[in-house]
Structure formats: C-alpha cells, structure tokens
C-alpha cells in the first residue's frame, strides 16, 4: 500500500524536482530523475518519466527538452522570473518594519519561489541593514490580526508605543491602549500603517504597525461604518488618502496651490500623481493643484525645495510655512 500511496505522489515530485532543481544551464536527464525520485521512495523506470513528463506538458508546465549542455529537461519558467523573486526580495529588504530576523526569514522563504540555482546567486546579493529594521518581533502578528478584523469587520484593542525624551536626557518608552475600528492597511513613506478611527473621536488617525504591541480583536464588535468618520461614502481609497495626508499627518484635506519652478516637475507628479492638474505660469515656473490636509508634514515638504516652491493659496499654509522658515532662522541666531 505505502508503494502504491507513493506512486501517486511520482507526478507531483516530478514537478517540484523541475521547479528546484533545473534551469537552462542545469539540465536532468530520464536518469538523473530516476535517481532523484529514488531518494523520496518512489521507484520508476526511464521510460514512464517521458510519460510523466508529457502530462505535465498538457497541465502547462513549461518543459524543454535540450541535448547542451547535456542531454535532459528543464523547467524554463515557473510561476515567478528570478528577476520578479529580486523585486520581492528587495522589498522585504526594504521594509524598516519587519524585524531584522523575520526578514532573513521571509527572504529564504521567497527563494524557494525559483530554482535553487537562481535563489542562491539572489540570496547572495540581498544585504539586509539590521541598523534600519524594526526591533518589534510582533508585528507579522499584529498585520494578521488586523487584516483579520478587517475581513470580519470587528474593533481591535492594541498598545501603542512612543519614544519619550526624560528629564536625565535618556529615552524611554510610553505605552497607551487603544481601542479602534480598522479600516485599511496601507505601506507608505517606508512605514506600514493602519488607518483607524478611534472610538473616542470622529476622525480617521494612522498608526505605525511597528509602534504596536497586543493587538487583540474584540469578538463580536462591530467596527463604525466609514462614511461616519471620513470622506469615503464606499470603500476606503488608500491612494486618495495618501496624497491628501503628507507623512501621514492627519487633518482635513483642503484646495492647495503651488507656484513651482520647472526644474522640479518630475518630483511634483511623483508626490501627488501623474494626474495632477499643473498649468504654465511663465517660462521658468508652473501652477500645480491638488488637495491636502494643512499640515506640519506638508509644511516639512514644502520648505525642502526652498525658493523652488511658493504656496498661492490657502493663505493658512502660506502662513504656516513662513513662519516655520522664520523659526528655523531664528534657531540660528
């Protein structure tokens, strides 16, 4: 029985020992898989591998037969290219909120979605910066319980953590619990976040995934609907509210105007979108419009492209960043 039981597991080895162990320069003949299929009990001859081989042709494995540099098969493209598993990998590399061991973690586990001749070169050029990731083992949890209570439209419970500066000059940490209708996940400005609302209060705030501990889901709850605390009639629209919250600073989102010099068109369109509306001023400069909370974090943004940028309107940002410049000179007299 146990023989028979193995037999009918012969196609589905045969697929992951293509999938693994070939590519175009690492071929297998009938042989070699023979010989492979006998280190996981399954006994076959050369002949019934051509066979197997076929089926697997007419399911769509993409199987070519080659004589160089041997004659054999090999898989020429699974579900991922090598250079969609970089793209993943460097990602995750990326992503200063997973932890520097879930990343190590979650990067060998993304190689195995390409052979192992290809994972091993990729693996190879992945340097992770442990200085840049997150210390906060929690928050794979803390994403699956969210994206949970999403689905199933429950309130969540969670601590969140802040540094604090102490009157002996050290850092400590302060911890507050919350108690949140969630409503999307969104990855921006290289933080994960979850927009919520606060049962406490009639808006929408961000919260760094990173910066919680406890996340629970409250059994039973249901979460306020959207169009209570938001804007959003329907669904939440996580690339309206990015563009609208610079930084993920919260705050009613209101008609702005810039007066931009040309040089920096591509970084405009990059940070509110190829379909924002910009007109000529004059030769040298352009008019952008878009609409944004009136914010610190849109203030920050402004003042880093100095004389390239001039608030029109509202009269609010422009008194902001002018005095926010002024604060900045006098911090140097």
Known sequence: ????????????????????????????????????????????????????????????????????????YFLASGDFEPHEVRLLMDAVQAAGFISNKKTKQLIEKISGLTNSFDAKKLLEQVYVDSRQKSSNEEVYYSIDKINKAICQGNQITLTYIKRVVNDNKTVSF????????????????????????????????????????????????????????????????SADYVSKHMNMFTGQAKPVELICDNSIIEQILDKFGERTPIYPNDENTFVA??????????????????????????????????NTAKSVIDNYE
């Open 1 to 72: 029985m146990a023989g028979n039981a193995n037999q009918k597991l012969k196609l589905l080895y045969l697929a992951d020992i293509l999938k693994h162990e070939t590519n175009e320069e690492n071929v297998l003949s009938a042989i070699d898989i023979t010989k492979r299929l006998a280190d996981y009990g399954i006994s076959s001859e050369r002949k019934s591998i051509y066979s197997d081989i076929e089926i697997l042709k007419d399911y769509g494995f993409d199987i070519i037969s080659t004589r160089s540099p041997k004659y054999g």
């Open 289 to 322: 419009k878009f609409s944004s909370a009136i914010t610190d974090g849109l203030v920050s943004w402004i003042l880093q492209y100095g004389n390239l940028i001039k608030v029109s309107s509202p009269r609010e940002l422009k008194t902001l960043v002018i």
């Open 174 to 237: 302060s911890e507050k619990k919350h108690t949140v209708n969630p409503y999307a996940l969104i990855w921006s400005n290289d933080h994960y976040y979850l927009i919520s609302n606060n049962v406490k209060y009639d808006n929408l705030m961000p919260l760094r995934i990173d910066r919680m501990k406890k996340v629970t889901i409250i059994e039973g709850s249901t979460i306020r609907p959207l169009k209570e605390v938001s804007d959003y009639s329907g669904s939440f629209d």
